[in-house]
T-cell receptor, first 107, second 116 residues
Framework: AQRVTQPEKLLSVFKGAPVELKCNYS??????LFWYVQYSRQRLQLLLR??SRESIKGFTADLNKGETSFHLKKPFAQEEDSAMYYCALNARGKLIFGQGTELSVKP | DTGVSQDPRHKITKRGQNVTFRCDPISEHNRLYWYRQTLGQGPEFLTYFQNEAQLEKSRLLSDRFSAERPKGSFSTLEIQRTEQGDSAMYLC??????????????FGNGTRLTVT
């Protein structure tokens, strides 16, 4: 079965603290994974994709096939990072999303 | 704004009525997706099109739901005989597979449906 699991509904940290949003997946093929973000009153948008191995707004994510994980990390959280974060898996042309994690960065 | 456009933004209807939503994708995008999102959940896949062809429809989608993309441009999603459980945010997204298999989905602002 193809599935994306984000175990934390809410993650609350203080500004400057490290952040790790967890994502685990289940997929029989070669996984293509993404992180999408939704800021308050904005539409859902792509943050980063594993194949690009990029860092966007200080966030990185590494695909770990052994642990079937794609955790999102940032060393120093900023207040403007507060948003809903969704991990997504490309399953033969369509994206399967996790339940989402709300990140709250407090001053 | 050249992004994905959805209409209406909000729809309130009584149980049993039919509703239709429209989505205009980014013009050069030939893939169009419909998702549904309820409170506290991530977007749930409903169906998607490549040009005018409907390539996949979720097994979770009942026969009351139908989507069309007649000319490969805009799409409509119709829900017949609405039920309270249909209340949700309906999201449309488009992509350009010509950018590669990992081409991003561009989402609209959604249509929020409330069934009373």
């Amino acid at each position: 079965a193809q599935r994306v699991t984000q175990p934390e509904k809410l993650l609350s940290v203080f500004k400057g603290a490290p952040v790790e949003l967890k994502c685990n997946y289940s997929y029989s093929g070669s996984p293509e994974l993404f992180w999408y973000v939704q800021y308050s009153r904005q539409r859902l948008q792509l943050l980063l994709r594993h194949i690009s191995r990029e860092s966007i707004k200080g966030f990185t994510a590494d695909l770990n096939k052994g642990e079937t994980s794609f955790h999102l990390k940032k060393p120093f959280a900023q207040e403007e990072d507060s948003a809903m974060y969704y991990c997504a898996l490309n399953a033969r042309g369509k994206l399967i999303f996790g339940q989402g994690t709300e990140l709250s960065v407090k001053p | 704004d050249t992004g994905v456009s959805q209409d209406p933004r909000h729809k309130i209807t009584k149980r049993g009525q039919n509703v239709t939503f429209r989505c205009d994708p980014i013009s050069e995008h030939n893939r169009l997706y419909w998702y549904r999102q309820t409170l506290g959940q991530g977007p749930e896949f409903l169906t998607y099109f490549q040009n005018e062809a409907q390539l996949e429809k979720s097994r979770l989608l009942s026969d009351r739901f139908s989507a069309e993309r007649p000319k490969g441009s805009f799409s409509t999603l119709e829900i017949q005989r609405t039920e309270q459980g249909d209340s949700a945010m309906y999201l449309c997204a488009s992509s350009d597979p010509g950018q590669g298999p990992n081409s991003p989905l561009h989402f609209g602002n959604g249509t929020r449906l409330t069934v009373t």
